[in-house]
């Protein structure tokens, strides 16, 4: 009973953050690093809605290039742990996969960029693992097969000192077991 309480909970929760952001939660305007006017209007990268099938043509979806499996991150707008809309498909994806697999298990990584104080970025970091876990277990993954954890601004995949490496480093990796 406790279980369904708390699932219709995540279930009102989730729908809570995806109603319409304020302003200060607008998300940026994205620079377009694509050539044409037609590749702008593809959909993001690995956000693309694919059957899955473990194993599937490719071998291993998980490396795979054509599924969205191997898609592994989630990108937050500065200060924010809000799951954007552009990625609810890859996290369905994710969240398939481990409900067909019930042995697989991952760890969701926060990440932050490196302005704030270490405490900060690793609790925003955190923050932003947990909204990923949240998501996943709304979608029925069990909650063993997640494991939600914060690097904070230590493992940054940009290295610069502007707003692009900020924006890579403000991210949640989702990494499977024996990767």
């Known amino acids: 009973m406790i279980k369904r309480i708390t699932a219709v909970a995540m279930v009102a929760f ?3 953050c995806s ?4 302003k200060e939660q607008q998300p940026a305007a994205v620079e377009d690093r694509t050539a044409g006017d037609q590749a702008a209007a593809k959909p993001a990268p690995g956000t693309e809605a694919t059957p899955l099938k473990p194993g599937g043509v490719g071998g291993n979806p998980l490396t795979d290039p054509a599924s969205p499996l191997s898609k592994r991150s989630v990108y937050f707008e500065f200060d924010s742990f809000v799951i954007k809309d552009e990625y609810k ?3 369905q994806a994710h969240a398939e996969y481990l409900k067909q697999n019930p042995k697989a298990k991952t760890i ?3 990440n932050a960029d490196e302005r704030g104080s270490r405490e900060y970025n690793l609790a925003l970091g955190q923050k932003r693992a947990d909204s990923v876990k949240k998501a996943l277990e709304v979608l029925g993954v069990k909650d063993a097969q997640v494991e939600s954890v914060s690097f904070g ?3 940054p995949r940009g290295t610069g000192h502007d707003e692009a490496s900020w924006a890579e480093n403000r991210r949640t990796d989702i ?3 024996g990767e």
Do not use: D, N, R
């Open 175 to 177: 990494v499977y077991q």
């Open 19 to 22: 109603g319409t952001p304020s």
């Open 108 to 110: 969701l990584q926060g």
């Open 89 to 91: 498909s890859l996290i």
């Open 14 to 16: 989730v729908a809570a």
């Open 153 to 155: 601004e230590e493992k």
